[in-house]
């Protein structure tokens, strides 16, 4: 389980970007934070890894708080997906996540492997392991970065607008393809979007934010939409 416990988060141009979150994200399920822009989503997500340290309050990770446990350490457990994919474009699509087993210390066929196990899991053919990321769709690319994010089969994962830079079809397809590797993997999910729309089809819960960083609500779907 992820916790925040009174976590805020002022810049140091005295933006109060996240004020005294409180939130237990249950383990191998999907919380969602939802909100307007400037809410405090993304600096929320990144102080899970450690990108972004609290100015006051505690994440705890399993009961332990991330601030005691070193920064590569932390993030070796936690994929990180974001809006636009980050690939390394000078990588075909199966090294940039073979890329991951490696630096884990696997083999190179292992490595590889692995990389062909995670481009079917995201529905990509093997056809196309072989390009660059210049060379694919958004929605591939996306896919990509999920497969990447995957590679080190970490128990938790922190997912940035990941579908929000493609056009609406493919990000149902995206969506559904999320939830269909979720079933299987049961990751610690958390989830940021903008979208109501994606936040009551993917969260098992959903935090709603309000601007000035404070949390208005925190309930599965079912209770958001009978308020
Ligand atoms: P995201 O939710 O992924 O951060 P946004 O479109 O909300 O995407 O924000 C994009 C960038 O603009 C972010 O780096 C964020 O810090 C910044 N930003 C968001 N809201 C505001 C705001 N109200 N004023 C100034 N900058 C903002
Ligand atoms: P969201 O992800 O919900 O769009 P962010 O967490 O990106 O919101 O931003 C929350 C607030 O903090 C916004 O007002 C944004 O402008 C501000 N902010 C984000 N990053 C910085 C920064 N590095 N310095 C100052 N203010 C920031």
Aim: glycine share 8%; proline share 7%.
């Amino acid at each position: 389980m992820i916790r925040f416990d009174s976590v805020t988060k002022g810049y140091p141009d005295g933006t109060l970007a996240v004020d005294n979150l409180s939130l237990d994200a249950p383990s191998g399920q999907i919380s969602v934070l939802v909100g307007p822009s400037g809410c405090g989503k993304t600096t929320s997500l990144r102080m899970v890894n450690r990108m972004i340290e609290p100015t006051s309050g505690r994440v705890l990770l399993d009961g332990r708080d991330t601030a005691s446990i070193e920064p590569a350490e932390l993030r070796r457990g936690i994929g990180y997906v974001i809006q636009q994919a980050g690939l390394f474009p000078h990588k075909t699509v199966l090294d940039n996540i073979a890329t991951v087993p490696l630096l884990l210390g696997r083999s190179k066929r292992e490595a590889r492997n692995r990389a062909a196990e995670l481009l079917e899991l995201v529905g990509l053919p093997q056809t196309l392991a072989g390009r660059y990321p210049v060379q694919l769709s958004g929605g591939q690319q996306q896919r990509v970065g999920v497969a990447r994010a995957l590679a080190a089969d970490p128990p938790v994962m922190l997912m940035d607008e990941p579908f929000s830079a493609v056009d609406p079809v493919v990000r149902e397809q995206l969506q559904n393809e999320f939830l269909r590797i979720q079933a299987e993997l049961s990751k610690t999910i958390i989830f940021v979007t903008h979208d109501i729309d994606e936040a009551i089809k993917l969260g098992d819960k959903i935090a709603v934010m309000r601007v000035g960083g404070t949390l208005a609500q925190f309930s599965p779907p079912a209770e958001l939409l009978s308020r």
